[in-house]
């Protein structure tokens, strides 16, 4: 059940001191100029990605949102290290989708 990720996320929200919510991720998410991009969406994004991703992907990640392109060039690049932080960050998009619906 969605509401229930969205629940959880809520409460380890609500558990954190106001400094410790915000992240890259979430910044970018709001600073993007997307629509669908609201508060609660990106702080969810943003909980995905702590729950997801060491501080220097988050950093990466986040990058991501103001330039699409690097996230093309990334996926598509033979380098080990961005292979293997591919993974991560797929994995981090997988658990966005689950718990942000």
Not at 45 to 67: K, M, N, P
């Amino acid at each position: 059940m969605p509401w229930l990720g969205l629940f959880g996320i809520g409460l380890m929200l609500s558990v954190l001191p106001s400094d410790a919510r915000a992240n890259a991720v979430a910044d970018a998410c709001r600073q993007a100029g997307r629509d669908a991009a609201t508060p609660e969406l990106c702080a969810c994004i943003g909980a995905a990605a702590e729950l997801s991703l060491s501080a220097l992907d988050q950093e990466r990640a986040a990058g991501f949102f103001s330039d699409p392109h690097s996230a093309q060039e990334t996926r598509q690049s033979n380098r080990r290290r961005d292979e293997v932080f591919w993974e991560r960050y797929r994995d981090f998009i997988q658990t966005a989708e689950d718990i942000c619906g």
